[in-house]
């Protein structure tokens, strides 16, 4: 690479340092990941002890990151075996799972079940069959139509995911920007988004520069009072995902490092921890 | 078993047609219609097969034709040999019309041989089949007897002499030898299987080949010919019979289960599980449906066995499981079975193991096996074969595959087939600056690459792959490859290959 690409890479490896610093090193300790922290952490764990969950995609072109974000939701329950059922119709339209990715974001394969459906209903009927057999989580991409998919529908699923004891996630795909008019049973449903970008367009191509970790932007459209605790919230935030630990992070934090004297004044603020 | 009048009774057997009217069926043989079978009625009256058609008709003005479907006779043979099969598991098609059967210790249990025989030939015709049914210790003999003469059964026990002596009076064309061989038999002056005997082998095998002496030897029962079943014979094999068939849905289930349970016993006895299971329903109009599962571990639950068979079950709802009249005999079996060792500790989910290998089963039967995959990480370069999905039946837990380096990013998502974009980079070597995909345009905001992948050269050419991890204004990431280096092509081509 040229000269641009080295001084951008070692711009991304000083602002992953200072966000260790800020963190007091608690990434580099050996103690077990604790899904109870962060934002949407306690929402998580009280679904995953048997909860129903919808993600639904802001927009079309945001199914894969909805997608995403719904494997980050539940990657500490997909400890207990992932199954990820894939309608053909939402294969298409965004691919499939990727063995090696999914291994990068810390995924073992060996737990991890790969699904492929012909349609709604064959869909819904998997997740309810998977669910209720006691898989950790169960991940569903659906082109469903919001109509098919119903109180009764969701209730079932609902009572599968209460008796397996596991993360039952539907991304009704096809209701992308419709989520607050589905009507469904769930425990919990988001809308989810990629993150813009934050860094202006440039003209010169080598200028841009790396790629962050994964972030979306998303709302809770609903949740059961239960499930809440204090911090999550209504509104619209932007979460960043580490994979190491399977935890959310904002992206806008409230601790931010104290800029240094050796760090470049334009740091996109969405990278720090 | 010969069907003598197979191409008829397709069709009269529909019902369209009153049976006791003369009627044949055509067949357009180098530009000629010829009778390809007839009725008894038409057969009466003189006709037979191989007659042009318009010689018939002028033989017999009130003669209905039908055209002959050699391939729906073809597919009727199958279905009949598929019916069989409820009194023996080794039924073989004898194209063009017969069916082959090996019941050596199955007749007992339908009152001895000629108790079967006439049960056979009884349940064809109340099907509307005419049928000769012969049964002889060797195949090739039942079939000469089922077609060229009035005996009906030799019993096995009969000694060589005996059986040369019946077979001796049966005409040359029992050899079933093509049409010039046998041209040049009755040339020589040899009429029946009699006269074959009587002479000594060497100068006929110099004469007539060695073919005609192996088939001669089959008909007189000196060698062992076996035959080539349709299905393998199962490895164990419960079965009920009903004097009447069986309609509602829940007796067949009832059935399942009962079938289930002895099968298990068995399996029990001999320590083994069962990795494919079949049932075969036979319906009392003579269509048979059969019904697969696969399992991905020995399996030998009847609850669990009765569970996945009524996945399948379901499966067929959809496009309609028609019991019709209903089934009178229904049979489960375990075609392939393995012994059931100590459980692989290392698969897919450490704790449920069971219930979740049984939950695949579940999916498996009702989906289909290739619907539920394993994904195992391959040595591969290219990306869409770094990983196989496999099916999760048939395969082992997938090996812990070394971890990927961290340096390298790879997509969450693969698209099933890289899809072309338009795209524009600024530099030969660079990232897109925007590109169009699906006809939406997108702008790069931030990327990282390239990361170049040579195809693999001892497989033959290929272009180079240049893949680059782009985010755009919006936030959307994806896996880009230029392919071509512009040293091996003008015209590069771009391709989204990923999505995170």
């Known amino acids: 690479m040229s000269q641009g690409g080295s001084s951008e890479r070692l711009f991304f490896l000083r602002r992953r340092i200072a966000a260790l610093e800020a963190q007091g090193g608690a990434r580099l300790s050996a103690s077990p990941p604790a899904a109870q922290d962060g934002p949407l952490g306690a929402l998580r764990a009280a679904l995953a002890a048997g909860g129903l969950a919808e993600v639904v995609p802001t927009r079309p072109r945001d199914c894969a990151a909805a997608a995403g974000f719904a494997f980050a939701l539940a990657s500490p329950a997909a400890r207990r075996g992932l199954v990820w059922i894939v309608e053909d119709m939402a294969a298409r339209e965004i691919g499939l799972p990727y063995g090696r990715g999914l291994a990068a974001a810390g995924l073992d394969p060996r737990r991890l079940a790969l699904v492929r459906t012909r349609r709604g209903r064959e869909t819904l009927w998997a997740m309810e069959e998977a669910l209720k057999a006691g898989a950790g989580a169960v991940l569903a991409e659906s082109w469903i139509t919001p109509a098919a998919y119903d109180l009764t529908a969701s209730r079932r699923l609902l009572l599968a995911a209460r008796r397996g004891g596991g993360l039952g996630l539907l991304l009704p795909l096809r209701a992308a920007g419709e989520a607050a008019r589905l009507a469904s049973a769930a425990d919990a449903r988001f809308e989810a988004g990629a993150l813009p970008h934050p860094a202006p367009p440039a003209r010169n191509t080598l200028a841009l520069p790396t790629p962050g970790p994964l972030a979306w932007r998303l709302r809770l459209v609903k949740a059961r009072a239960r499930l809440l605790a204090g911090r999550d919230s209504f509104g619209w935030r932007d979460l960043l995902f580490d994979p190491e630990t399977c935890v959310f992070a904002d992206a806008f934090p409230q601790r931010v490092p104290a800029p240094s004297a050796d760090r470049p004044d334009l740091a996109p603020r969405r990278e720090s921890a | 078993m010969f069907l003598p009048r197979l191409p008829t009774d397709r069709i009269l057997r529909r019902g369209a047609r009153a049976p006791d009217a003369p009627f044949a069926a055509t067949l357009k043989i180098k530009g000629a ?33 039908a055209e002959a479907d050699p391939h729906a006779e073809q597919a009727l043979l ?54 000769r049914a012969a049964l002889a210790p060797g195949p090739a003999l039942a079939r000469a007897l ?78 062992r010919d076996p035959i080539v079943p349709r299905f393998e014979a199962p490895e164990f094999l419960a079965e009920r019979r009903f004097p009447h068939g069986l309609t509602r849905a829940e007796d067949i289930e009832a059935t399942l289960r009962g079938l289930a349970r002895e099968l298990c016993a068995l399996l029990g006895r001999h320590g083994v599980g069962a990795r494919r299971l079949a049932a075969a329903f036979y319906r009392v109009d003579g269509a048979v449906k059969h019904l697969e599962a696969g399992t991905s571990r020995p399996l030998r639950d009847p609850a669990t066995m009765t569970a996945l068979l009524r996945e399948r079950l379901a499966a067929l709802e959809e496009e309609g499981l028609d019991t019709g009249y209903g089934f009178d005999v229904m049979q489960l ?30 999916l498996g039967a009702r989906l289909g096996l290739r619907r539920v995959l394993r994904l195992h990480a391959q040595e591969a370069h290219l990306p869409e074969f770094a990983v196989a999905a496999m099916p999760a039946a048939y395969g082992e837990a997938p090996a812990p ?53 040579a195809p693999p050269w001892w497989k033959g050419a290929g272009l180079t792959r240049d893949y680059f991890h782009i985010e755009d204004q919006e936030g959307r990431r994806f896996w880009l490859f230029r392919e071509g280096l512009y040293a091996e092509t003008l015209q590069p081509r771009w391709w989204v290959h990923g999505l995170f």
């Open chain 2, 333 to 362: 079996s375990a075609q392939e079975v393995q012994r059931d060792g100590p459980a692989a500790g290392d698969g897919l989910f450490a704790q449920e193991e069971g219930d979740l290998a049984d939950l695949i089963d579940r």
């Open chain 2, 33 to 65: 219609e010829r009778l390809a079978g007839v009725n008894a009625a038409a057969e009466a009256r003189g006709l037979v097969p191989g007659m042009a058609a318009a010689d018939a008709r002028a033989m017999c003005p009130a003669l209905t034709l």
């Open chain 2, 401 to 453: 595959s070394a971890a990927p380096p961290p340096a390298l990013s790879r997509p969450l998502r693969l698209l099933e087939h890289p899809e072309p974009i338009d795209a524009i980079a600024l530099m030969p070597d660079g990232p897109p600056l925007r590109f169009r995909w699906r006809r939406a345009l997108y702008e790069t905001a931030a990327f990282e690459g390239p990361e170049r992948i």
């Open chain 2, 146 to 223: 089922a077609r060229f003469s009035t005996l009906r059964h030799v019993a096995p026990e009969a000694t060589p002499e005996h059986i040369e002596k019946i077979a001796a009076r049966l005409p040359i064309a029992a050899l079933g030898l093509p049409a010039p061989a046998q041209a040049a038999m009755q040339r020589a002056g040899l009429r029946t299987i009699g006269d074959l005997l009587a002479r000594p082998r060497a100068p006929l095998a110099a004469r007539f080949g060695a073919a005609a002496l192996a088939r001669l030897d089959a008909l007189a029962c000196r060698i």
């Open chain 2, 78 to 131: 199958e279905a009949i040999a598929d019916w069989h099969r409820r009194f023996t598991p080794l039924a073989a098609v004898d194209p063009p019309d017969g069916v082959m059967l090996d019941v050596t210790g199955a007749a007992h249990l339908f009152g001895g041989e000629a108790a079967l025989l006439d049960e056979i030939a009884r349940r064809l015709a109340a099907q509307g089949f005419e049928a």
